[in-house]
């Protein structure tokens, strides 16, 4: 059974289409995919890294092959 035409819920997501379509919901949403995107990042294989948190290193080294 459809919702009501006035059901709060149908309201609400209204509200939140208008938001998105809006130019400031799409920056929004931009700046939140560069900020997802911007935190992943991916080594080669011949490459090492050496993690560190505020210039210290971080973590024990990890020496097998494919370890996550």
Not at 18 to 47: H, K, M, N, R
């Amino acid at each position: 059974m459809p919702l009501p035409i006035n059901h709060p819920l149908l309201q609400y997501a209204r509200t939140v289409g208008d938001w998105l379509v809006s130019p400031a919901g799409a920056a929004g949403l931009v700046l939140v995919a560069i900020a997802i995107f911007g935190c992943a990042y991916t080594v080669d294989q011949t490459e090492q890294v050496v993690i560190t948190q505020f210039g210290r290193p971080v973590g024990e080294p990890i020496n097998t092959v494919g370890s996550t």
